[in-house]
């Protein structure tokens, strides 16, 4: 019988936009109609099961799912016996403590003794309990943000992006405690034909990764200052030269990740270099 995965990922919320396009930027192809639950690939041996996040960790270790895609945030908070595949850049947030605007803050003592309300009890736990402070925990499944001011709670637990959620609410961040963004997880006992297909997966994800953090440079530098610039972007194996069409000049092909473009960007112009194009990869593969 020819072997299928099947990976479960977020059905609609902020994981959702993000991993769909990474899938179809690996090439694989599918239909996902609103309010289907299931849907199978037409030219990768994968299935999809689209779920609530909070469900994802838990299908991945009971072998529901093969794989899944879910914030780590929400991954250390089920604790879950799952594999960390490779973490995807996308989705991220970081968990915080935050009290009401007014309140004198000094440090994480300011906890001891009060009450926080949180959607993350797990993580706010451990953490409390690795700052040695004793606080009630209230447990609350959503709008943790308004739980100080209807008197549910002291100070709060969250995820927080921009701040801007916990300034509307008239609170302040004081303590980032967990830093997350989304992860490819696994099941941890995947049969061999079912691993093979996930490794196909992992290396094509990992092409369009490399793509996404690399650009292909073209440039025109006189013959004379060449050397200069190889040495300032090598490229992969080596650049590309090609002769223009005037005499004494060549165009310049090389691959750099865009932090290695902007750090020799003033060394390529002093070493002659004009005319230069910066342009993104789709896929690369080493
Ligand atoms: P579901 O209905 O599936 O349970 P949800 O409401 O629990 O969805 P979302 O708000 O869609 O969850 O967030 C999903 C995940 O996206 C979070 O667990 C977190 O990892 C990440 N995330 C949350 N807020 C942000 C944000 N503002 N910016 C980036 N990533 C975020
Ligand atoms: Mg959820």
Redesign the pocket.
């Known amino acids: 019988m020819n072997s299928i995965i099947r990976i479960a990922v977020?059905?609609?919320?902020?994981?959702s936009e993000d991993s769909l396009s990474l899938i179809k930027e690996c090439g694989i192809k599918f239909y996902n109609g609103t309010g289907k639950l299931k849907s199978t690939s037409t030219n990768f041996p994968i299935e999809f099961l689209f779920l609530?996040?909070?469900d994802i960790p838990g299908y991945v270790s009971d072998g529901v799912a093969d794989l899944g895609i879910v914030?780590?945030?929400?991954l250390v908070e089920k604790d879950k016996d799952v594999t960390v595949l490779k973490k995807l850049g996308f989705?991220?947030?970081r968990l915080s403590l935050a009290i009401p605007k007014g309140e004198h803050y000094e440090s994480v003592r300011y906890f001891d003794g009060k009450s926080i309300a949180t959607s993350y009890p797990k993580i706010l736990a451990d953490y409390l309990k690795s700052q040695n402070i004793s606080a009630e925990i209230h447990e609350i499944s959503g709008s943790v943000e308004i739980a100080p001011s209807i008197g549910l709670a002291q100070g709060i637990c969250d995820?927080v992006?921009s701040g801007s959620t916990l300034m509307m609410n008239g609170l302040k961040e004081v303590e980032e405690i967990f830093k997350?963004e989304?992860v490819l997880i696994g099941n941890k006992s995947l049969a061999e034909e079912k691993l093979a297909i996930v490794d196909k997966l992992l290396f094509r994800m990992n092409a369009v990764q490399k793509g996404k953090s690399n650009k292909y440079v073209l440039l025109n530098a006189p013959n004379a200052s060449l050397d200069k610039i190889i040495a300032l972007i090598p490229g992969m194996r080596s650049p590309t030269i090609l002769p223009l069409a005037e005499e004494g000049w060549s165009s310049v092909h090389s691959v750099l990740s865009e932090d290695q473009f902007w750090e020799n960007i003033e060394g390529l112009r002093a070493a002659g270099a004009e005319g230069i194009l910066v342009v993104p990869i789709e896929k690369m593969v080493i």
């Open positions: 977020q059905k609609s919320g902020r994981l609530r996040d909070d914030g780590e945030n929400e989705s991220k947030c995820i992006s997350s989304a």
